[in-house]
């Protein structure tokens, strides 16, 4: 079992930057995927980025350039950095860990990006 915990989420106008963290309640060491994925209103969830030690860091189309997601496997956490944010980029960000044959969400961060 692991617990996971978003943070930096909140009101930015457009062009601006957040930096959400995810802070997960065992080592991470282990964990073969941590991912941050969004969710629009009315819209499906949808995968923002992924990393793995194994093969290294993936991005949705809609953010390469724009987000970097990061691990630190002594601190227990995953974050993402969003850069030059647009309106699109709205929605409820969760946290993501995959291990073994067990999946595990956070309760999500709101970001809201002002035009």
């Known amino acids: 079992q692991v617990q996971l915990v978003e943070s930096g989420g909140g009101l930015v106008q457009a062009g601006g930057s957040l930096r959400l963290s995810c802070a997960a309640s065992?080592?991470?060491?282990?964990?073969?995927?941590m991912a941050w994925y969004r969710q629009a209103p009315g819209k499906q969830r949808e995968l923002v980025a992924h990393i793995a030690d194994t093969f290294g860091t993936m991005y949705a189309d809609s953010v390469k350039g724009r987000f970097t997601i990061s691990r630190d496997n002594l601190k227990n956490t995953v974050c993402l950095q969003m850069n030059s944010l647009k309106p699109e980029d709205t929605g409820v960000y969760y946290c993501n860990a995959i291990t073994g044959s067990q999946t595990y969400w956070g309760q999500g961060t709101q970001v809201t990006v002002s035009s």
């Open positions: 065992r080592s991470i060491f282990s964990i073969n995927v």
